[in-house]
């Protein structure tokens, strides 16, 4: 990986990944939108609109930021997308209200020097943990997710077994989550 280069962030998500996301991002991501429209049943919704886009859009997704502030970011735009659709006109809520309180509580401002420190630092501690993983096991990994060789071409090329090569991964993405598990 070229130190310099500033490339978004990627995720991989599959059922277990999403699972975690979800677990650990559900209470802040509702706490944050009934902050924003003082509706329990709407927050609930928002979130779980913010969850399913999410899933729908896994394949393509690139995260310039950390993922928690990706998902915040989303969280906000589906919140004000909810007010703007009426869903919940009945309930009083008024979207120049809203939009009000989020300028005054400033989440309408994203920061962009946090946003880069913290992806640079994100970024960072990646390339540390790819270099601090075994040399067989880097060597696969950086080969499936750098080079995007399928299991079975990696397996072709280093001469090891389709087996070897799966239990590589699975040694390296714990290596890789449990180092980067502080960024999300």
């Given at each position: 990986?070229n130190?310099?280069?500033?490339v978004?962030?990627?995720?991989?998500?599959?059922?277990?990944?999403?699972?975690?996301?979800?677990?650990?991002?559900?209470?802040?991501?509702?706490?944050y939108?009934?902050?924003?429209?003082?509706?329990?049943e709407?927050?609930?919704d928002i979130?779980?609109?913010?969850?399913?886009k999410l899933?729908?859009?896994?394949?393509r997704?690139?995260?310039?930021?950390?993922?928690k502030?990706y998902?915040?970011?989303m969280?906000?735009?589906?919140?004000?997308?909810t007010?703007?659709?009426?869903?919940?006109?009945?309930?009083n809520?008024n979207i120049?209200d809203t939009?009000?309180?989020?300028e005054?509580?400033g989440?309408?401002?994203a920061?962009?020097?946090f946003?880069?420190?913290?992806?640079?630092?994100l970024?960072?501690?990646?390339?540390e943990?790819?270099?601090s993983?075994?040399e067989?096991?880097r060597?696969i990994?950086?080969?499936?997710?750098?080079?995007?060789?399928s299991?079975?071409?990696?397996?072709?090329a280093l001469?090891?077994?389709?087996?070897?090569?799966?239990?590589q991964m699975?040694i390296a993405?714990r290596?890789?989550?449990?180092a980067l598990?502080p960024?999300?």
């Amino acid at each position: 990986m070229n130190e310099t280069s500033a490339v978004p962030f990627s995720i991989a998500i599959c059922d277990d990944s999403f699972d975690a996301i979800f677990h650990s991002h559900y209470r802040l991501l509702y706490a944050y939108a009934l902050g924003i429209v003082h509706h329990r049943e709407m927050a609930r919704d928002i979130v779980q609109e913010v969850f399913l886009k999410l899933w729908r859009n896994r394949q393509r997704i690139e995260i310039n930021t950390s993922l928690k502030a990706y998902l915040i970011r989303m969280t906000r735009n589906q919140c004000l997308d909810t007010l703007r659709e009426g869903k919940y006109a009945d309930r009083n809520i008024n979207i120049e209200d809203t939009l009000c309180r989020i300028e005054i509580m400033g989440l309408d401002e994203a920061d962009p020097v946090f946003d880069r420190l913290y992806s640079e630092e994100l970024q960072a501690r990646f390339r540390e943990a790819v270099e601090s993983l075994p040399e067989q096991c880097r060597k696969i990994f950086l080969l499936n997710r750098q080079n995007g060789l399928s299991y079975l071409e990696i397996a072709a090329a280093l001469g090891i077994s389709h087996s070897t090569v799966k239990n590589q991964m699975v040694i390296a993405m714990r290596k890789l989550h449990d180092a980067l598990k502080p960024f999300f």
